[in-house]
C-alpha cells in the first residue's frame, strides 16, 4: 500500500467514523518525518479514543501495524504513527491550540473523497 493510499483509507475510516475536519496533509516534500499527516477531532475523549481505536484495528487487519501511539491514556491528542503517514486525532480544544494546519500551513491539503 503506498502512502497516499494508506493516508486516504485512513482519513475515510476516521469520516465514516463521524469524525470532524478531517484533512490529509502532503507534508513529504516539507521533511523527512513522513509524507502525510492525517488530522482529524473527536468531540470528547471516548470519541477520540474510538476513532484511535477504529483505525489501530482497520489498518492492522489490513496488514498495516503502526511504529508507535502517543497519547492514548489522556486522549486530549492521539498520534498513530505509521512511518510514512502519521495520524493525529485531536479533541477540539487540543486542535485549535496545536494548530497543526497552521503550523504546516506550506502543506498542501489532499482531498480524500472522490
Sequence with gaps: MTAFEKAKMI?????NKKGEDV???QIGTLTT???YFVVATGNSTTQVKALADEVDEKMSAA???PK???GYQSAAWI???YYDVIVHVFQKEAREFYALERLWSDA???PFEE
Excluded: S
Design 68 to 70: 508507535r501511539v502517543e
Design 79 to 81: 498520534l498513530i504513527d
Design 11 to 15: 482519513a475515510k475510516l476516521l469520516d
Design 63 to 65: 496488514g498495516e501495524e
Design 33 to 35: 518525518i513522513g509524507d
Design 108 to 110: 498542501p491539503v489532499v
Design 23 to 25: 484533512k490529509i496533509l
